[in-house]
């Protein structure tokens, strides 16, 4: 996960979040802890789901106190229960409480999103089909978001606009239509020398047909396509392309849709529609 751009993003969120939640000085810790006492506190899971935000919890103690030392006792990606105790993290007692909030923030959510994906990817776990997420993420913490979706069993679709082509109706529409839509992408893509994936989001049979004969993609999105719609468009693109379904597909619809052949299913809601883990960092 750790590229230098993700990296990058991560400490930028955590030095974000600590001036918008310290400010200058934390006055109740400030104020009736003594500076120099060390003490412990552990995490302690309140409902049952999957763990996630371990390895960002170390990065935001480390960021905020190289002296912060972290025992993990669950790993990211683990099924949880009430009760379990995922780490104890030791040190000042002022670190502590100035780190509790955003470490719980974070992680509260991640879990939310990998159990959330983990639904869907248990429902469909004997097809083939992947889960994808979307760009539907909370501004500032997509590379979270993502991880989380990732931890969960899911597959992260592109990062953001600069990491694959996606051509949406509205880029059809804007460029005078499919075929020239994706033949400007080509022709860019040449000029500029750059090696990214083309997904074309197609709102009818009629279009897959149009960017078959175009060609030169990768990936045909099936947008808002009934399920009946969905075996057809699977059996016409007969794995000349991989196939994603997307839009108002829910846990209800989802392995019908999986059920039709198509390679990955994008769901927003796994980021957009979260109910966050229960978790509680304790005092020791």
Not at 82 to 100: H, M, N, W
Not at 172 to 178: E, H, K, L, R, V
Request: aromatic share 6%.
């Amino acid at each position: 996960m750790m590229d230098n751009r993700v990296e990058d993003l991560i400490n930028r969120l955590i030095d974000t979040a600590f001036l918008e939640d310290i400010g200058d000085g934390d006055h109740t810790s400030l104020s009736c802890i003594p500076t120099d006492l060390p003490g412990s506190a552990q995490l302690l899971v309140k409902s049952e789901g999957v763990l996630a935000g371990i390895g960002i919890a170390r990065k935001v103690f480390h960021r905020f106190d190289p002296e912060l030392v972290m025992e993990v006792y669950l790993d990211d990606g683990t099924w949880v229960k009430p009760g379990d105790v995922a780490f104890k993290i030791t040190g000042s007692r002022l670190s502590i409480l100035q780190t509790e909030r955003l470490v719980l923030n974070i992680m509260q959510r991640m879990s939310g999103i990998a159990t959330e994906t983990h639904k869907y990817v248990e429902k469909i776990k004997d097809y083939p089909t992947k889960i994808l997420d979307t760009r539907k993420t909370t501004p500032g913490m997509r590379v979270l978001d993502k991880e989380a979706v990732r931890l969960g069993g899911g597959v992260n679709h592109r990062m953001g606009l600069y990491d694959m082509i996606m051509i949406k109706d509205n880029h059809a529409d804007f460029a005078g239509g499919i075929r020239p839509a994706i033949t400007n992408v080509q022709a860019y893509l040449k000029t500029n020398k750059l090696n990214l994936a083309i997904e074309v989001e197609a709102r009818s049979i009629d279009e897959i047909k149009e960017i078959m004969e175009v060609g030169g993609i990768q990936r045909i999105m099936l947008d808002n396509f009934t399920i009946a719609q969905t075996r057809n468009a699977v059996q016409l693109i007969n794995h000349q392309y991989e196939t994603e379904s997307s839009g108002g597909i829910t846990l209800a619809t989802l392995v019908d849709y999986a059920a039709c052949g198509v390679d990955f299913i994008s769901i927003g809601a796994i980021t957009h529609q979260v109910k966050s883990l229960d978790l509680s960092l304790k005092a020791i």
